[in-house]
C-alpha cells in the first residue's frame, strides 16, 4: 500500500520568509513518480513538478525548490522569498511508475496550508 | 489544447437528491480518474477508466456512488441518494499513458449536501 504524509497542516509567514513543506511517503513499488499540487483559492489543481524515483537530483525553478532524499523517503518542497500569491494549500502526491494494466492512481497527502501574510 | 472541464463548479443540494457530476477529459485521453476531497481532508481516489471501462473502482465510497463514461469520451458522476458527507470537492483528471504521469486536473466541482 501506498502512503503519503505531510505532517504540517498549516504553516504562516510573513511575505519573503522562506519555506519548507515536508513530505514523507511510503511504498512498495521500485519505480514511482513523486509530485506537487498546489490548490489556490479558486479551487482547481495546478502541476508543479513531477520526479521519477530514479533521478535523485534536486531541482529549483525559480522560487521553488525540491529535495528529494529517497534514503529517507522524503520529497520536501522550498518556497523561497514567499509572497502573497503564494498563499495555497500544497498537496505531495506518489504513484506507481511501472505500465500496468490497473493504471497508476495518485495517493495524496493530507495538504499543507500555507498562508503568507503581507 | 482545452484542458479538463468539469461541470458545474458548485452545486448545493440537500440531502436525500441526486446529483450528476461531469467531466470531460482531454481529447485523445484514453485515462480518466475520479478523485475527491471531502471535509479538507487529502485527495482520494475514487475510480479510474480506460477509455469506456473501469479499470479500478476500489476508492468508490458505496453504491450511491455511479460512474459512466460513454462512448470513452466524457465521464459522469452520479450521486444517489445524496447524504452530508458526501460534501467535498470533486476532481477529475486525465492522462495519455498508463504511467503516473502527465496528470491533468479539472478545476473541481465543489458539492455541498444540506
Known amino acids: 500500500a501506498q502512503k503519503v504524509t505531510q505532517a504540517q497542516t498549516e504553516i504562516s509567514v510573513v511575505e519573503k520568509e522562506d519555506v519548507t513543506l515536508d513530505c514523507v511517503y511510503e511504498?512498495?513499488?521500485?519505480?514511482?513518480?513523486l509530485f506537487w499540487y498546489k490548490q489556490p483559492p479558486s479551487g482547481e489543481l495546478v502541476f508543479l513538478i513531477r520526479?521519477?524515483?530514479?533521478?535523485?537530483q534536486n531541482e529549483i525553478s525559480g522560487r521553488y525548490s525540491w529535495n528529494f532524499q529517497k534514503s529517507t523517503s522524503s520529497f520536501n518542497f522550498t518556497i523561497t522569498a514567499s509572497q502573497v500569491v503564494d498563499s495555497a494549500v500544497y498537496f505531495c502526491?506518489?504513484?506507481?511508475?511501472?505500465?500496468?494494466?490497473?493504471?497508476?492512481?495518485?495517493?495524496f497527502g493530507g495538504g499543507t496550508r500555507v498562508l503568507v501574510k503581507p | 489544447e482545452a484542458g479538463v472541464t468539469q461541470f458545474p463548479s458548485h452545486s448545493v443540494i440537500e440531502k436525500g437528491q441526486t446529483v450528476t457530476l461531469r467531466c470531460d477529459p482531454i481529447?485523445?485521453?484514453?485515462?480518466l480518474y475520479w478523485y475527491r476531497r471531502v471535509m479538507g481532508k487529502e485527495i482520494k481516489f475514487l475510480l479510474h477508466?480506460?477509455?469506456?471501462?473501469?479499470?479500478?473502482e476500489s476508492g468508490m465510497p458505496n453504491n450511491r456512488f455511479l460512474a459512466e463514461r460513454t462512448g470513452g469520451t466524457y465521464s459522469t458522476l452520479k450521486v444517489q441518494p445524496a447524504e452530508l458527507e458526501d460534501s467535498g470537492v470533486y476532481f477529475c483528471?486525465?492522462?495519455?499513458?498508463?504511467?503516473?504521469?502527465?496528470?491533468?486536473f479539472g478545476s473541481g466541482t465543489r458539492l455541498t449536501v444540506v
Open positions: 483528471a486525465s492522462s495519455q499513458g498508463q504511467q503516473g504521469s502527465g496528470y491533468t
Open positions: 511504498t512498495r513499488d521500485t519505480t514511482y513518480y
Open positions: 520526479r521519477n524515483s530514479f533521478d535523485e
Open positions: 502526491a506518489l504513484s506507481g511508475a511501472m505500465i500496468k494494466a490497473a493504471g497508476n492512481k495518485l495517493t
Open positions: 481529447s485523445g485521453h484514453d485515462n
Open positions: 477508466f480506460v477509455k469506456e471501462s473501469k479499470q479500478d
